[in-house]
């Protein structure tokens, strides 16, 4: 009898302990917000996440497990700048963003989902006088409203995986771009099973390239120091270097991604 007191006692205190670490697994967005499309380039596109998830992009074990502020370090952001936060959901990366620009540079902060938009305009309370320097846009699935020839660099953290329409929304990027201005897409490694994130929210840096590249783009540079994702900036490709392969939206003549390692469900996250 006393023996069986002890085993509910350790049982309920491990139960406790499991809880508290347990990770709130970030819910799906509904399909009014971006209808759910199949596949790109071989690619299974992931679902939206939900505004519901935004405590998880809040999360404070963040920095910890992602490192985000040697992110923001490699970004090289300069005060002046005008920078894209493109689908900032609640605003993590944005705040920071516009403590690198400056008074004198501008953070559009770009979603779909108006909600999102809402709490980012909560988190902005929080930081003197990044009301003057953020911009919250509401975009579309395909088109994020900004003004040709106007950015420095966008910033994309583990949104260009669940876009719906790539090819468009890289389209209008490009053209919002100035002409040395660059995407930075952060993507989680698809390649480590040892990352704790659902499949179809992790990409291999090949299958990045290639669907960067048959849309016109052209690695700049890379940053490879980031515990679990990629981190690839991309620029346009000179007009002349377009090739039919790299027309916007083709997929001929490119090779192949390697195939995709077996599904887990280690602890994953998302
Ligand atoms: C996983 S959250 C990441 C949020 C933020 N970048 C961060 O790292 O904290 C992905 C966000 O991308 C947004 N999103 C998805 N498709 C989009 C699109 N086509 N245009 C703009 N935002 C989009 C979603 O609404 C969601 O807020």
Redesign the pocket.
Known sequence: MRQQGWFVLVFGLLQQAQLVQEVPVAPV?PASV?PLRKLYMGRPIAP??S?EGGPW?MRATREKEERCSELLAALDVKPGQIVC?????NG??TFPLARLVGAKGKVYA????PE?LELLKGEAKKHEGAGDIVVPVL?T?TD?KLADASIDLALL???YH???DPAA?LAALKKSLKPDGQLAIVEFRLEDPEVPIKLEHKMTKVQLVKELDANGYVVAREFDQLPWQHVVFFKAKPKEAETPASKPGSSKGLPSPPPSPPPSDRGERR
């Open positions: 967005a971006a939206t996440m505004w992009l936060d493109f689908g900032c959901g993590f990366y770009t979603d779909i989902q999102m975009c699935e994020p953290v583990d949104v669940e876009l719906s929304v």
